[in-house]
Nanobody, 121 residues
Framework: QVQLVESGGGLVQPGGSLRLSCAAS????????MGWYRQAPGKQREVVAS???????TYEESVKGRFTISRDNAKNTVYLQMNNLKPEDTAVYYC???????????????WGQGTQVSVSS
């Protein structure tokens, strides 16, 4: 089994910054794409940013220029640096990883438990 554990959420004022981390552990052969999703109350979960194993990143339009996703393959960890936070960024943020547990297994999706990010004055 694969576990993803997020950290770094919290309460911040508009314009502030937070850095989320997500560490994967367990029976891991290789991790392909890793990403961050978020879900605000009453809304569907949406992708915020994703990054391939080679470091190619994509972003949801509203966070471009404010958020930066990165990863450390040696540590099986993905990060999300969030700057100039806005109230509309308030949500539970979830880490996601596409993982293979062996050389011959298929890739499967793992999720973290989520971390709350609240932006308010």
């Amino acid at each position: 089994q694969v576990q993803l554990v997020e950290s770094g959420g919290g309460l911040v004022q508009p314009g502030g910054s937070l850095r989320l981390s997500c560490a994967a552990s367990g029976n891991i052969f290789i991790i392909n794409t890793m990403g961050w999703y978020r879900q605000a109350p009453g809304k569907q979960r949406e992708v915020v940013a994703s990054i391939t194993r080679g470091g190619s990143a994509t972003y949801e339009e509203s966070v471009k220029g404010r958020f930066t996703i990165s990863r450390d393959n040696a540590k099986n960890t993905v990060y999300l640096q969030m700057n100039n936070l806005k109230p509309e960024d308030t949500a539970v943020y979830y880490c996601n990883a596409i993982v293979a547990v062996s050389r011959t297994s298929t890739m499967s999706t793992s999720w973290g438990q989520g971390t709350q990010v609240s932006v308010s004055s």
